[in-house]
């Protein structure tokens, strides 16, 4: 009896989509339009740590991000605590100094206090690992005993993308046919060692928080994009299928492929917005060159230097890389 306290930490990383997840069929339980593929990286770099206490003293739940407390009462947060809570078991610990019964659970308030050792809501799908990092923990913490197919479909519920995150390698979530959500979860495709020679490399332009959230984003693009039922009925299933093909036998060549024409469309089906994620333009004509368009000079001059610190010019006359304006490469 008297005071006490319990407590779980876990890590897990984020995860980037070779097969995009955009677009919901059911906003509340997170049901998306189609199957998505991802890879989760190595849990060194980009992860979240999350560590969930557990103490009859506490009075509510809570939460802290990065340090500063964040409100629990989003619906996303509601959806884990629940799910977990209703899935917990007895436990006692090594030596047998705290019980806690099934029931108990419910009135047992918990503390929770999570870290990104990268930049929050920044496009890095940092709900992806957190999410998926306090469903899992706050699972150990309430001993409970799901398979990670079922762990993953909880996850979902807090941020879709936090359902592949839950396996490492590389994770297909199938979207699921049921309107309860209980077959939408992640399988795991291949493990973390199938693929070892695979590199991903993350250029941060900016770790500004976004300002449109992948919600807004895609139900956005579910009301006005007339590319997006297409992509979601028609291209992604077999563009899945080819993925699932390519990743099973090393094949960068498709991989890259189908990896890189997944990213083009599904930011073609945010074309009727505005290009809210970027902040400079592209555009590839029929050749392996790339035209970068800034919005403004000094955005301009910060990217020319860091592509001439990357790509250093074989010649000195840097005017010729330039069209118009050369009085910017004096800035
Ligand atoms: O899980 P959310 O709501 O953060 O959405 C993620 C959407 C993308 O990252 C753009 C695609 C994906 O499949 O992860």
Known sequence: EGQWILMATGRSPTNIAVIKYWGKRDEALILPVNDSISVTLDPDHLSATTTVAVSPSFPSDRMWLNGKEISLSGGRFQSCLREIRKRACDFEDEKKEIRIKKEDWENLHVHIASYNNFPTAAGLASSAAGFACLVFTLGKLM?????YGQLSSIARQGSGSACRSIYGGFVKWCMGKKDDGSDSMAVQLADEAHWNDLVIIIAVVSSKQKETSSTSGMQNSVETSPLLQYRAQTVVPSRVMKMEEAIKNRDFASFAKLTCADSNQFHATSNSVEYFYWQVAYTFDAGPNAVL??????????????????????????SSYLVGDKSILSD
């Open 143 to 147: 001993n409970v005993k799901e398979d």
């Open 293 to 318: 368009i800034s919005p403004n000079r000094k955005t301009a001059t910060l990217l020319l230097k860091k592509l001439l610190y990357c790509f250093p010019p074989q010649d000195k006359d840097l």
